[in-house]
C-alpha cells in the first residue's frame, strides 16, 4: 500500500521552561510543506537560522540530544522528534525562541495530545521509507548493543539495566505505533539523586523539579545533603532515609518506557520513517545517535532504495496486459512484468537471458547488455506508468525526447534480473513527461537517468 507524507493541520502553540537552561521558551510547531522534512528555526537568532533535524548536526548527548551548526544550536530535541515519529508526522517547520526546546511535563504527553488535537493533513508526495534489508548492528566497548533487522514494519525492544536496588533490569516494547499514545508518550525522563549535584555542578537540569522529570533515590545520604539538592531543585525536602522513587511512577516500568520513547525521537534524525526491528540494549543519546549517522550512511549508499521484488507475488500488469498496453514485440519487448505502481512511481522487471539478440554482436565471448537496452527497457517502463490511464496502445504513444544524467555504473549479464523504478518529477503539462529512472540488479544500482518523453495521440 502507498503511504503518502503528512503534516499537521495548523500550528501549535507551547511555552515552558528549558530542563537545563531553565529558560522561560516559547516554541510554535508549523505546518510544512511536502518533503520539507522536521527543521528547526531559532528564532531569537539574527537571520533565524534554520536546520533539518538530522543527526548530521548532533553535537552532544549528556542527558539529551543536542543540534548544533554555529550559532544555531537547540538541546532536548528528543521528546518532540519522538511524538513526531510516532505520530507519522512528516514535514513540519518548529520555532524555538531559545537553545533548547521546552521540557514539559518531562514526557512526549503534551506533544501528542495537541498533535492529535490539531490533527493530520495527508499530501499528494509518496512517503519515503528506509526499508531494513540487512542487519545492522553497532555494539560499544561499554556493552551498549543496536541491532536493526528486516521486519515488514517498525517496531522497538528496549532493555536497560542499572547497578540500583530501585532500578535494576527493565524491559519495554512497542510492537506498533499506534500504541504510542497510552504505552509510551507518558513515560517521564529520570534521574538518581546521586547525579543531580554533578549535573547542577556541569551547568544543567536548572529547570528540572517532580514536576518534569522521575527522581530516583536509591543510595542513602545525609539529610543535610539530601536537603540541600531538594533547595537546588527547588523541591519539598524528604527523609533522608525513605529510599525509592520521589514521586509516583505512572507506569511499573517507566524508566525503560521513556528510554524507548528516547530511542524512537533519536531515531527521528535518521531523516526518514524506518521499516524494521530495532532492538536496544542499554539505550543512550550517545549511542542512539551514533547509530542514527550509521543508518544515514547506509541510506546513502544509493540516492533511492532497491524495490523488493518477490517472484512469486502475482505481477499487477504480465506480459499480454502490457502487450495491449505497449506496441513493442520481439526483439524490442523489453519488459516482462510490472509489480507496484502508484500515481507517480512504477516498478517493472525484465529478466536477462543468454538468447537476447543482440548477444550475436555484443559481444560473442563476453555477453553485455548494451547501455541503449538499459535505457529502452527503462523507458518503457516510464511509458506503462503514463499511458496507464490512456487505455490501449491504439491510441496513444510516448517517445523520448531528452536524456540527461545518465549513468551505467555496472556491467549486466546473462542471468541478471532488472528491476527498473521510473517516478514522474513533474506533473504531466501538455503532454510532457519528466521521469527518473533507477536500474536494479539485486540490490545493486546498475543504471540511472532522466529521460523526458511526449505523449502522442495516433491518428
Not at 533515590?217 to 536537603?227: A, T
Not at 525513605?242 to 509516583?248: A, E, K, N, P, V
Not at 541510506?299 to 532497491?306: F, S
Amino acid at each position: 500500500m502507498t503511504q503518502y507524507q503528512h503534516t499537521i493541520n495548523q500550528s501549535i502553540h507551547f511555552d515552558g521552561f528549558g530542563l537545563h537552561t531553565g529558560l522561560k521558551i516559547c516554541m510554535d510547531i508549523e505546518p510544512a510543506p511536502e518533503n520539507f522534512g522536521i527543521q528547526i528555526m531559532r528564532t531569537d537568532l539574527e537571520g533565524t537560522p534554520t536546520f533539518p533535524a538530522v543527526a548530521d548536526y548532533v553535537s552532544a548527548t549528556e542527558r539529551g540530544t543536542v543540534l548544533e551548526n554555529g550559532k544555531w544550536k537547540v538541546s532536548t530535541v528528543e521528546h518532540l522528534l519522538s511524538a513526531l515519529h510516532a505520530l507519522c508526522v512528516d514535514n513540519v517547520l518548529v520555532k524555538v525562541d531559545a537553545p533548547e526546546v521546552p521540557i514539559l511535563d518531562g514526557s512526549a504527553r503534551y506533544y501528542v495530545e495537541a498533535i492529535k488535537q490539531v490533527g493530520l493533513k495527508q499530501q499528494h508526495a509518496e512517503r519515503q521509507v528506509f526499508v531494513v534489508r540487512k542487519k545492522i548492528e553497532y555494539i560499544t566497548e561499554k556493552g551498549n548493543h543496536l541491532i536493526l533487522m528486516p521486519d515488514d514494519h517498525f517496531s522497538v525492544d528496549v532493555l536497560v539495566g542499572y547497578d540500583s536496588p530501585i532500578l535494576g533490569n527493565q524491559y519495554a516494547q512497542l510492537e506498533k505505533l499506534e500504541d504510542y499514545p497510552t504505552e509510551i508518550a507518558s513515560a517521564r525522563t529520570f534521574v538518581f539523586v546521586r547525579e543531580i549535584e554533578p549535573l547542577l555542578d556541569a551547568g544543567l537540569i536548572k529547570g528540572g523539579n517532580l514536576d518534569n522529570a522521575l527522581v530516583i533515590y536509591e543510595r542513602q545520604v545525609s539529610q543535610e545533603k539530601l536537603d540541600k539538592l531538594a533547595d537546588l531543585c527547588h523541591v519539598e525536602h524528604q527523609p533522608a532515609d525513605r529510599l525509592g522513587y520521589l514521586s509516583d511512577l505512572k507506569y511499573p516500568n517507566e524508566p525503560s518506557r521513556h528510554k524507548l520513547l528516547d530511542v524512537l525521537g533519536d531515531m527521528m534524525l535518521v531523516g526518514m520513517p524506518i521499516q524494521g526491528k530495532l532492538i536496544a540494549k542499554y539505550p543512550g543519546h550517545g549511542v542512539n545517535t551514533a547509530f542514527a549517522k550509521i543508518i544515514r550512511k547506509e541510506m546513502k549508499k544509493t540516492n533511492v532504495l532497491p524495490p523488493i521484488y518477490d517472484p512469486e507475488k502475482k505481477p499487477i500488469l504480465d506480459i499480454n496486459d502490457i502487450k495491449d498496453r505497449l506496441p513493442h514485440r520481439y526483439p524490442m519487448q523489453l519488459v516482462d512484468k510490472i509489480i507496484q505502481q502508484t500515481k507517480n512511481t512504477i516498478v517493472g522487471i525484465k529478466n536477462i537471458t543468454n538468447n537476447e539478440p543482440y548477444f550475436q554482436g555484443h559481444f560473442p565471448d563476453e555477453p553485455i547488455v548494451p547501455g541503449v537496452i538499459v535505457i529502452e527497457a527503462m523507458a518503457q517502463v516510464g511509458g506503462l506508468l503514463v499511458l496507464n490511464e490512456k487505455g490501449s496502445n491504439d491510441t496513444y504513444g510516448t517517445y523520448l525526447m531528452k536524456l540527461d544524467k545518465v549513468k551505467f555504473r555496472q556491467k549486466i549479464v546473462p542471468g541478471d534480473t532488472l528491476i527498473m523504478r521510473m517516478e514522474l518529477i513533474e506533473p504531466v503539462r501538455r503532454g510532457i513527461v519528466v521521469m527518473r529512472g533507477h536500474c536494479f540488479v539485486g540490490e545493486r544500482l546498475v543504471a540511472e537517468a532522466e529521460m523526458v518523453a511526449q505523449i502522442i495521440k495516433h491518428k
